[in-house]
């Protein structure tokens, strides 16, 4: 089959005038294309971009003016394609469309149009870009289009319009694969389902935890309600907790890692599946863990306006003008909160400058030594600030039996196990001795083992 001429400057044809072909049709007109649009209605299809004309010969004639064709409709209009065989023959007919849900028809839609036009060169791709995407191009993020088709020529076709409008485009095979394209739209956040099932998991953990050890407790043992807590100041020990804790999951998988390529003596050897997974998901982790730490600030900013802590200390002031006495100032205290309050500051606006990096408008012009820089030294430093930030919280509260409420740690305690652990660990791996050995593993080098090596001399 003779090579398909570049499409730059060529007529481009659109079956379809609805918001996507709309679009669609804008996109290609302000990259330089010639549009024409093909409709069954072509004097009230609707406002079409300028430049762009409706053939009046419904889609017959719009279907001889192109090579290309993009059909922006859905699959149950697909029936009056097959009247126009004669004139779709040997065009590419460029298959954007999706299901409501999986598995809805026997067959793929491309593989549906490849059947009822079978002298056409059917590529499947477009269908993971939204309308509101086509109209605002790449910029504002890295989008990728997905093609698949049974010609190489044609998909090269289609490759170049989709490269000249400015997006990234994965060669996903042959038309068989178009199945699996028609299911990408139709995925609900998967990469943030385990996140956001731990977030939650975890959330509701410590709110039953401490809602027993502190509200319940009070209530049974000092017959004093204070369900009120349960609004602000229960929360407010919920987030940060939960948020401490997925924050240094981030940093785990990658620690597990290490200590695997060390004790195997090498990084040519897969991880486990539930490592890789982990690690692909490390992204979502910290996004997620950032969201809790803003509602902690938002909630911390609350603190002074709150009812109970205005009635509290209108309460204290009363108390020592009764008394004539001033509570003394103590030096100690103030060094506390404030370097309580300061190490929190600064370990938020590090987690802002991680979550901003992470986003791909930003992350795409960072270079690669920058972005590590960014999300892994200063990711631990971050992880640093806030698990320092917890223990001055905690300060000498373990020392108190009243902490320990039905023999329950505090909550704060239960947080720090994790991202103590994670630092510990982080800490053995930048002893010189480790971490020489892991950076030559890293570079590609092997360890020997005894055994097999004996086993090489004896066969030669």
Request: proline share 5%; aromatic share 12%; charged share 15%.
């Given at each position: ?27 290609l007109f302000q990259t330089g294309y010639k549009v024409v649009y093909g409709s069954r209605r072509p004097h009230s299809c609707g406002p079409l971009p300028p430049g762009t ?408």
């Amino acid at each position: 089959m003779d090579t398909l001429p570049s499409c730059h400057w060529e007529m481009l044809c659109i079956f379809g005038t609805g918001d996507l072909g709309r679009s669609l049709g804008q996109r290609l007109f302000q990259t330089g294309y010639k549009v024409v649009y093909g409709s069954r209605r072509p004097h009230s299809c609707g406002p079409l971009p300028p430049g762009t004309q409706v053939q009046s010969m419904i889609h017959v004639a719009a279907a001889q003016s192109a090579r290309l064709v993009f059909v922006c409709i859905h699959r149950e209009n697909y029936n009056f394609l097959e009247t126009l065989a004669p004139q779709l023959k040997g065009k590419v007919l460029v298959d954007v469309s999706n299901n409501l849900k999986k598995n809805m028809y026997p067959e793929a839609n491309a593989e549906y149009l490849q059947r009822l036009i079978p002298g056409a060169q059917v590529v499947k791709g477009f269908n993971t870009l939204s309308a509101w995407a086509l109209q605002n191009g790449p910029s504002d993020a890295s989008r990728q289009v997905y093609v698949c088709g049974n010609s190489l020529e044609a998909k090269q076709a289609v490759i170049e319009v989709a490269t000249k409008l400015g997006f990234t485009v994965l060669d996903r095979g042959s038309l068989t694969a178009a199945r699996e394209l028609e299911d990408f739209p139709l995925q609900l956040f998967p990469e943030w389902r385990l996140p956001l099932q731990l977030a939650t998991g975890l959330t509701a953990f410590f709110f039953f935890y401490l809602l027993i050890r502190d509200v319940i407790y009070s209530y049974v043992v000092n017959d004093k309600d204070i369900s009120f807590r349960i609004m602000a100041s229960l929360a407010n020990k919920v987030f940060p907790i939960v948020s401490l804790i997925m924050l240094s999951l981030c940093y785990l998988p990658g620690v597990i890692a290490a200590f695997l390529q060390l004790y195997r003596g090498t990084k040519y050897k897969r991880f486990p599946d539930w490592l890789d997974r982990w690690m692909l998901c490390r992204k979502q982790l910290g996004l997620v863990a950032l969201a809790l730490a803003s509602l902690h600030v938002l909630y911390t900013l609350i603190i002074p306006i709150r009812y109970y802590v205005r009635y509290r200390l209108a309460a204290h002031t009363i108390s020592q003008i009764k008394e004539n006495k001033t509570s003394p100032f103590d030096t100690t205290m103030a060094w506390r909160t404030d370097s309580y309050y300061v190490i929190g500051i600064l370990g938020f606006g590090l987690y802002l400058l991680l979550g901003i990096t992470s986003l791909p408008s930003v992350s795409n012009v960072l270079s690669w030594r920058e972005f590590s820089f960014i999300q892994s030294k200063l990711g631990y430093l971050t992880l640093f600030f806030c698990t320092f930030h917890t223990y001055l919280y905690g300060w000498d509260k373990f020392l108190q039996p009243s902490s320990y409420k039905w023999f329950m740690l505090p909550g704060y305690m239960l947080s720090l196990v994790v991202p103590s652990v994670v630092l510990v660990l982080k800490l053995l791996l930048l002893l010189p001795c480790v971490d020489s050995t892991l950076t030559r593993i890293r570079q590609g080098w092997e360890r020997t083992d005894p055994e097999q090596e004996r086993k090489k001399l004896l066969l030669t």
